[in-house]
């Protein structure tokens, strides 16, 4: 299950690493699916909601 | 003293005016006793959805040290700024004095961007080279009618 990166300290600034744990339409990816631990994934997933706030990543693929 | 991480995305129109728009945003930092650690202009970015109807933006990004107390007055003053469309103020353990990953990202762009220039003249000078081309076939033409020769 080494399909993931995880990077020493968790960034919203760092889309490329988040960009991982994000489906094509735009969904955080479940953890049973990623299989890192509980703890990381809570990092990752407060991450990508801060930079979906910032305009970093996006909500959806429904976006104009 | 807590350390904070503000992230300003500028109405990207206002681009030009940036620097007066820092210096004000750090004259309002400094009166509310905020020490700026580091400032870093990403600046204009595509934006992964519109916000305002805009497509782009402005970041800024702002690594200070200051007072609890004296964010609000400084989210009260943001909020009523037309120019910013978007902020964030984080709360951080450390501060960091490395720059950002988007800061980097967007320096490796900047220095993409003239290659891209170059590689257009390049072009350019591709389109001229065919005119210069027949010219100089007709020199090997020669040049090889002069080894026949001397053969």
């Known amino acids: ?64 | 003293m807590n350390n904070y991480e503000t992230i300003l995305i500028i109405n990207p129109n206002l681009s030009s005016k940036v620097n007066e728009f820092k210096k004000k945003f750090e004259k309002l930092l400094a009166d509310n006793s905020f020490e700026v650690k580091k400032v870093e202009d990403i600046g204009r970015r595509q934006l992964a959805y519109s916000i305002n109807n805009h497509h782009k933006g402005h970041y800024l990004l702002y690594r200070m040290q200051g007072d609890p107390k004296n964010i609000s007055e400084i989210e009260v003053k943001i909020k009523y700024d037309e120019a910013i469309i978007r902020h964030l103020i984080l709360a951080v353990k450390e501060l960091s004095g490395e720059d950002s990953v988007l800061l980097t990202e967007a320096l490796e762009n900047k220095n993409k961007k003239p290659e891209s220039d170059d590689a257009a003249e390049e072009k350019e000078v591709k389109k001229e080279k065919p005119i210069d081309e027949s010219p100089k076939e007709e020199v090997t033409e020669e040049k090889s009618d002069d080894k026949e020769e001397d053969a």
Not at chain 1, 43 to 48: A, E, F, G, Q, R
Request: hydrophobic share 40%; proline share 5%; no cysteine.
């Open chain 1, 1 to 64: 299950m080494k399909k993931f990166q995880l990077p020493e300290n968790f960034d919203y600034k760092n889309t490329d690493i988040l960009k991982q744990f994000i489906t094509e339409t735009g969904k955080i990816v479940p953890a049973r699916v990623t299989g890192i631990s509980a703890s990381n994934q809570r990092k990752v997933t407060k991450s990508i909601k801060i930079a979906r706030f910032l305009a970093l990543l996006p909500y959806t693929d429904m976006h104009q």
